[in-house]
């Protein structure tokens, strides 16, 4: 797809993703993608990564049901950052059950939690 | 800094940081900061980045006067990204001039630019 042409992936095949909620505006996550995760991403219009740790494609709500609808995809002035906006399906992106990913803030020397648990990371992923 | 011992930087004393409008919530950037950048935001609260390019400390908007305000400070689940939300001055976060970097959008096939410039870089960087 030469739509991907341009887009500079790191020396590992990656591209750092932002995303965020279409309506909101509340970033949820960061995630990584290599090419064929944006390729995926772009023809499903789901939000599909790669997994660092587990060194494999990573559709994103497989097993939680959150999957993220793509409404929008964005790329940076250098091409080697990707943003998405999307429709958070169920309202959870954390694996920890909030939200959003970035729920610990940084209050006087303390990263205090800040956001609740939407649902118990037992019940979504059983 | 006690703050700093539970981030996780990358194999290469990394980690990509978010810059979103504190008002807006508009994704302005992703930057890299490694530890000095991150406690040097916090000490200054305005932003200073690690420039991947240049190999060094970037204090954002040193040359072009369009320094970021931090707002917020926060971390994500796995403690290896940080979100700042940010004021920024000038209302410009971009090198080309416009307000976020994030300004092409994916249309059908190709990466559309849906953001004007606001100012000509050569006046913003002489």
């Not at 494609?57 to 998405?84: M, P, R």
């Not at 954390?94 to 609740?116: I, M, P, Y």
Request: with cysteine.
């Amino acid at each position: 797809m030469d739509t991907l042409e341009k887009i500079k992936f790191d020396n590992f095949g990656l591209i750092p993703s932002i995303v965020q909620d279409f309506k909101t505006g509340e970033v949820l996550m960061l995630a990584w993608m290599n090419k064929e995760s944006l390729r995926l991403t772009i023809k499903n219009q789901q939000a599909v990564y790669y997994s660092r740790s587990r060194k494999k494609l990573w559709f994103k709500g497989e097993e939680s049901g959150h999957v993220q609808h793509i409404k929008a995809i964005y790329t940076d002035c250098d091409n080697d950052t990707i943003l998405l906006k999307v429709e958070q399906v169920g309202g959870i992106a954390c694996h920890t059950g909030r939200k959003s990913c970035f729920f610990q803030k940084l209050v006087g020397d303390n990263w205090e939690s800040v956001a609740k648990v939407i649902k118990d990371p037992k019940q979504i992923y059983g």
